[in-house]
């Protein structure tokens, strides 16, 4: 058979091979294209040649008019297809791809212009390439192998990219597609003009597809049209082209069982509402706005041989205080009664050196270590939001929350240990709580702050180990595990482990003494009241374990010195753990049940103040049903002995009903 007879039989396998490409890398995008336009190759197979039958020039020009209508329409439907925005976003190269500047989609001439200079350079560009078995990642058993060995073989109209391989995994991008099909259509028409005799059943094949295409194109035109129109609806009513606005409102009801308190039945809200910014991309610039109106409960307890002088001993009985161990995420809000205010505000960036990440971070408000430290507390840690533990001592070690407010750091991924290692990450940060502020003894760099150090290890995606270091500075009135707040009763543990000055002396004020205080002695006389300035050195470790796909175990241990300018050395002990059961009964859902103890001063008194040496036991189980995508429940119980370290002190029983909204 001679040459131009065999190129004119192989016009149908190269529409079909064009077909089998493109209906093959857009199903892996998975996107609208893909349905319309696939091809059921079993219905296409092309037969054995049959014996030759000649045509007449009258017959070729017939045919060629044909093949030049079908490009026509196809392109035309094509370009239609892919200048809607759906098709862009779901046929997005990756960014290693040869990148083709954007045209006005209304110039088609102009987009038929650059589609012909992208398929030309294409072919320059990788014509060395003549088998296709120099394409390294094409493999004789794939089902499009034949089809690809048709237009690498014997048309060279697409061949694959300049490193040699097909990449014929990833989604077809919108020039790919309209180049490659033009590319193939005019090598046919070239084909056909120098042809003298083809199959009457190989052009009757070719109608027969030319005519499929013409209708699944056209109702594809439709529906891109009417996607165009939502589309610019959406553009000319959208807030901003570089923010996205997320949610979550919390709506709870929470009691505490214990006995002897006067705790009552509660019911609050709390609402977050964040815009997320990016001017490049890579870049996040986080605005949170939050209101709320919890409270959280009261304990009652008792101090023992608490001396005054050297003349009075006796027993201080606190009724109705506040304490941070009963603590729960939804009401760690610094306002009241619905108060709107930009609980934080923070800036993320890379910065790429080799094979080395640089994530960057720079807090302007309300800055946690947790916003850049991994915290190695997979299921319980959700940032104090609503999908994960329902305290905070069970959402993270205690040792994340020494430091806080405004500051930045920097975490570093290391490529060249990874294979080693896995992914291991190093932090580096400062957080002052105090930056804002002007006066003596405030600022960035003379008040509250905390310095982090942590080395975080991955291995084999099973088990994750932390090892951590903060070293803060703490003013008389700030709680040391307060995440930078100069004044209160801190997130987590006791006030012994927090030592506040104006919070003891506050409830001190309110406590009853037993016996009484002689006459000429008043609370100033404890030493307590003296409290000054704090220094702290606190050592961590944390460990995360994948023990199976449908359990994790998380736990930590953190042991802090303390140096109570003029009253003295203590040390504040931590330890807790728990197991996470993830996507039980739902998809989504998690029970967990964690137990542990919260910071507590282990010395157990400071100056003539004795705070007692019980342990804070603290045990959690909560449940969290995702309702819907958007929609979770979460029914828990929170138990805690001895919440003050004290021996006199009520045990807490906190029942919670937590319903979480995400948008």
């Known amino acids: 058979m001679s040459n131009i007879l065999w190129k004119s039989l192989l016009i149908s396998p190269a529409v079909l091979g064009t077909a089998l490409m493109a209906s093959s890398a857009v199903k892996a995008a998975e996107s609208p294209i893909a349905e319309t336009l696939k091809l059921e190759t079993q219905e296409l197979q092309i037969a054995e040649l049959p014996s030759q039958a000649s045509w007449n020039n009258t017959q070729l020009s017939e045919l060629s008019e044909q093949i030049d209508l079908g490009k026509s329409l196809v392109a035309s439907s094509a370009l239609e297809a892919l200048e809607s925005p759906t098709a862009t976003e779901a046929l997005q190269p990756p960014t290693q791809e040869l990148q083709i500047a954007e045209l006005p989609a209304s110039n088609n001439t ?30 004789p058993t794939s089902w499009a192998y034949e089809a690809l060995r048709s237009l690498v073989e014997r048309y060279g109209c697409i061949v694959g990219y300049p490193d040699q391989t097909f990449r014929g995994n990833r989604a077809l991008t919108r020039w790919e597609f309209a180049a490659g099909l033009n590319a193939c259509m005019e090598q046919m028409e070239r084909l056909i003009a120098a042809t003298e005799a083809v199959l009457r059943e190989d052009i009757e094949k070719l109608q027969r597809l030319m005519q499929e295409f013409e209708a699944e194109l056209a109702a594809l035109g439709a529906r891109v049209d009417n996607l165009e129109g939502r589309v610019a609806f959406l553009e000319d009513h959208q807030f901003s082209t570089t923010t996205k606005l997320a949610g979550e409102v919390i709506v709870a009801g929470t009691t505490n069982a214990g006995d002897d308190n006067d705790n009552q039945a509660i019911l609050g809200n709390r609402v977050r509402l964040v815009l997320n910014t990016s001017f490049t991309g890579q870049d996040r610039l986080v605005t949170r706005l939050a209101s709320g109106n919890f409270e959280r409960f009261r304990n009652n307890f008792e101090f023992d041989n608490v001396r005054i002088g050297d003349d009075y001993e006796g027993t201080v009985k606190f009724d109705q205080v506040e304490s941070a161990t009963s603590a729960q995420t939804f009401n760690l809000f610094r306002g009241d009664e619905n108060d709107v205010f930009v609980d934080w505000l923070a800036y993320y960036f890379p910065i790429e050196l080799g094979r080395t990440r640089i994530n960057t971070y720079v807090a302007g408000q309300g800055g946690i270590w947790s916003d850049i430290t991994p915290t190695l507390n997979p299921f319980f840690e959700d940032f104090d939001g609503g999908n994960g533990a329902l305290t905070p001592f069970a959402t993270e070690s205690p040792i994340y929350r020494i430091g806080g407010g405004a500051g930045g750091a920097v975490s570093f991924d290391f490529g060249l240990l990874e294979g080693i290692l896995g992914p291991s990450t190093v932090t580096v940060g400062y957080l002052s709580g105090s930056a804002s502020d002007p006066e003596p003894g405030a600022g960035v760099f003379n008040g509250d702050y905390g310095i982090l150090g942590q080395f975080n290890v991955n291995i084999r995606d099973r088990v994750q180990i932390g090892f951590t270091y903060v070293h803060g500075f703490h003013k008389k009135d700030s709680p040391i595990f307060g995440v930078g707040d100069r004044e209160g009763t801190g997130v987590v543990g006791t006030a012994a482990a927090n030592l506040s000055r104006s919070t003891i002396v506050e409830d001190l004020e309110e406590a009853d003494f037993d016996p009484a205080i002689p006459e000429g002695r008043t609370i100033e006389d404890l030493d307590v009241t003296g409290l000054k300035d704090k220094v702290t050195n606190t050592y961590g470790a944390q460990l995360a374990w994948r023990v199976t796909d449908w359990m994790s175990f998380s736990g930590f241990f953190a042991y802090q010195a303390v140096r109570a300018i003029g009253r003295g050395n203590s040390e504040t002990w931590t330890y807790g753990g728990g197991f996470a059961f993830p996507d039980l009964g739902k998809e989504g859902s998690v029970l967990g049940i964690f137990a542990g103890v919260q910071p507590y001063n282990g010395r157990g008194r ?11 036991v603290h045990i959690e189980g909560f449940y969290k049903y995702q309702l819907t995508d958007n929609i979770s429940i979460t029914p828990g119980v929170i138990y805690i002995t001895n919440p003050e370290q004290s021996d006199d002190s009520e045990d807490q029983v906190i029942g919670t009903l937590r319903t979480t909204f995400t948008f």
């Open 110 to 139: 102009q987009l038929l212009d650059q589609i012909d200079r992208y398929s030309q350079e294409g072919q320059l560009n990788m014509g060395q390439v003549t088998s296709v078995d120099q394409l390294r990642d094409v493999d």
């Open 606 to 616: 400071i100056g003539n103040l004795r705070f007692g040496s019980q342990n804070p």
